[in-house]
């Protein structure tokens, strides 16, 4: 009897195992049992592997520094403002302000009960009250782009002008605080102080995120003026300057005014008075009283 290579004595014979070669994923697979698999590698050499892996990390790197430059160029085919800002239009101690026309009965009525603040503020914009001989105005400028942001000017532009108003002329209560850079400009002029050839005292280079605060006054003896503020600035090295505008919180102009010689009615300091605005006088000027 015949006994098959790998049988011991007195144990039935068994079948030799049968070799199979299979390629799975690149490699060589060798199969004898089904509990016997022996995979022999192509040996795929480390040197491609390593340089596949240095490209990965460099275009990582590369893509990384980019996206700044990718995102300010997606926020620009956008429209997205490059400068973004806020605006404030303070009064100061003894500030007046003046109207073409005399006031309506409604509002008249109303400063007659001693409006507050915020009644009194809405008023004077329905009526296109003008500050009376200086205002001002603070601007909160903030960088949005990654690229720095060069702020050359700051300036008013003339939207309107005409004769003083000598409707109504009445004195508000106060409010303000400081700010960093200041720019004061004469309407009557319209040039900046000492002959220069802009208003703001030095450039200001915002990055993305920073905040630069301007106080703005104007002041007018001679006319009426509707403004607002220009700013203008240089966004990228190679192009050319260019300019974004600010008005009041609610979209209108600010609005200032030389003093006329009189009024058809002045209304009294409630502070000096007590209690509400009264009529003081009429045709008469407004100070002075």
């Keep these: 009897m015949t006994r098959l290579p790998g049988a011991e004595p007195g144990q039935p014979a068994t079948a030799a195992p049968v070799l199979r070669d299979s390629v799975v994923g690149g490699d060589n697979i060798q199969i ?3 509990r016997d698999v022996t995979i022999i590698s192509r040996g795929v050499p480390r040197l491609p592997r390593l340089i596949a892996a240095g490209v990965a990390l460099v275009l990582c790197g590369v893509a990384a520094g980019l996206w700044p430059t990718l995102v300010d160029a997606a926020e620009d085919l956008a429209g997205a403002p490059v400068l973004a800002g806020t605006v404030t239009s ?12 005399q006031l309506p009965p409604a509002d008249h009525a109303m400063l007659m009960r001693g409006p507050r603040l915020k009644q009194l503020t809405e008023m004077l914009s329905r009526n296109h009250a003008a500050r009376v001989r200086k205002m ?20 008013p532009r003339i939207l309107r002008s005409g004769p003083v108003p000598t409707g109504t ?6 409010q303000g605080d400081g700010a960093e850079y200041e720019v004061k400009v004469d309407l009557d002029r319209q040039t900046p102080e000492g002959g220069g050839s802009r208003f703001l005292p030095k450039s200001i280079d915002l990055a993305d995120g920073e905040r630069v605060t301007i106080d703005f006054t104007a002041t007018a003896e001679l006319r009426w003026y509707e ?9 990228k090295a190679d192009e050319q300057p260019a300019s974004a505008f600010f008005r009041e ?11 006329a010689k009189g009024y058809a009615t ?9 209690g509400g605005y009264r009529v003081w006088k009429r045709n008469q000027p407004c100070r002075g009283w």
């Design 227 to 235: 403004w607002d503020i220009e700013v203008v600035y240089v966004y």
């Design 32 to 34: 004898t049992t089904a």
């Design 249 to 259: 919180a609610d979209g209108q102009p600010f609005r200032v005014t030389g003093e």
């Design 136 to 155: 001002n105005v603070v601007v909160v400028l903030q960088g949005r782009r990654s690229e720095p942001i060069r702020i050359i000017d700051v300036r």
């Design 266 to 274: 002045v209304y009294g300091d409630p502070t000096l008075l007590g």
């Design 90 to 101: 303070r009064l100061d101690v003894t500030d007046s302000v003046a109207t073409h026309d």
């Design 169 to 174: 002329c009445l004195t508000v209560p106060s």
